[in-house]
Every structure is written in C-alpha cells, then in structure tokens.
C-alpha cells in the first residue's frame, strides 16, 4: 500500500472511530440487553452489535471489495489476508463497558496482503486514540511514542497477566507462573486487551501475556507494538494465528526471551 493510499484510509478510518466512539457513549444513559455468548461471562450488547454493523456498513459502502474480519458476525467469512482486510473489535472490554462504563476500547486495523498498515485503537471514555501507519511512528493522540527500552530488568518490570494464567488454564505449568508473578516487580490487569496491547506500546506495561487472544483482540495492537520495537507472538514463540484462537507474548525481545525460556511451560 503505497503512502497517499495509507493516508487516506487512515483518515477515514479515524473518523469512524472517533463517530462510533460518541455512539457509545451516548448509549451509556440508556438501558442496555445484555447477552451471553460462549459462557456465563462471556458478556455482549446490542452497542457490540451496533457499533460492528455501523463499521461494517461504511466499510462496504465505500470499499467493496476490502473484507472484513470481525467478532460479532457481521464481517466475512475469511481463510486468508490477501487483498485489504479490515480486522474489528468493536467494543474490546465489554465486561468493563458493562459493569464499570470506563476501560473499554474499539479496535481496528488494516491489513493489506497480511501486512498490518494500520493500527487504531481508542479508549472510548478517557478520549484518547492510540494511532500507528506502518513506519511513521505509534502515536498516543498527538505524542509518538518512543521506542521500547532495549533492557528491563525482570525484577523491575510489570507483566499484564489475568487470572486465567495463574489458576485456571489447564495448559500452563501453574507454579512456573506463580514463580513468575513473584519475580517481577508488579502485575496488572486491564480487562481489555486492545488496552492492554496499547500498555505495552506505551511502555506503562513491560510485557502481556494471555492465553485466549482472537484476531480482532490484537490485530491493531500488533502493529503498534512492533512500530515501537516490541515483539508479538504466541506464548511457544510462534507467529500469531489470525483465523483462530491464540495465546500470546507482547512487551521488548529481551522479556520475551527471559519469560519464554524461563517460565512458560505448555502442557
Ligand atoms: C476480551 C478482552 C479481555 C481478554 C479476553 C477478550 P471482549 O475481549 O480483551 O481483556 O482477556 O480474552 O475476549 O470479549 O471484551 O471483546
Ligand atoms: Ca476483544
Ligand atoms: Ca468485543
């Protein structure tokens, strides 16, 4: 994609987010049907719903034959990246859009032929927009964000971790994990992880790592990550996987190391 053409899609995408955005937050006064999908808390409302439908119509309006992969059901059906793919999670965070109104983002990235080109993710109620086109610089609104710090210190450094690596994933050997969550310096827990992703960017987390990751979860994120430097893969070290679901590692290759040889060990 050459630059003239990133510009633009950029610019349009931008707008839709930033729209999609005041949707949501209006939809905050009104009472909302709340749904479950895979489980009990595994949480979706009709603003999921809305704000999927409101991309995906523009997207289909204006580029008809750009596809679309998205988690609520309104996107196609893909088995590849070739071409321009839009990857979309409109509401990442629904838990916390639903309990607490605050820590939820939208996601959304272009791919062109599986090379991520854009990268946009915004916290909805803080207003703040998280923006990558590839090789000009990760922003967060108008600062760029310098470059991931070549060394932490795992002793110093805070890991994004939820509650699913220490206790309940049946895969990871559990007391490598406790011993990991003793060793660093902190942990933490967004509950969105296109937010989460957006941390480690930003340099507020040093390193994330996850179990049950989709494509829309991290498609924006990666490439905001690896604009600053970061590396992102699965947890074994392997390429992410955009047609189903993925663990995964995020923060600056020498965590990633550190963390993967040390103390990731898959059933
Ligand atoms: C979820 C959030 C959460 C992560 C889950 C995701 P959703 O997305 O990103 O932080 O731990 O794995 O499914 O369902 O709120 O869009
Ligand atoms: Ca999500
Ligand atoms: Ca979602």
Known sequence: MDKVERNKLYEEAKSWVVEAGELIRASLDKKLQIDTKSDANDLVTEMDRESEKFFVDKIKLNHPSHKIISEEGFGDDLSTLEGTVWILDPIDGTMNFVHQKRNFAISLAIYQDGVGEIGLIYSVMEDVLYHVKRGEGAFRNKTQLSPLKDHVAIEESILLVNSSLCCENKRLNHTKIQELVKTVRGTRSYGSGALEFAGVADGTLDAYISMRLSPWDFAAGAILIEEVGGVITQIDGSPLDFFGENTSFSG?????????????ELK
Request: no cysteine; net charge negative.
């Open 252 to 264: 600056n290759p020498f965590l990633k190391d550190e963390i993967i040889n040390n103390y990731i």
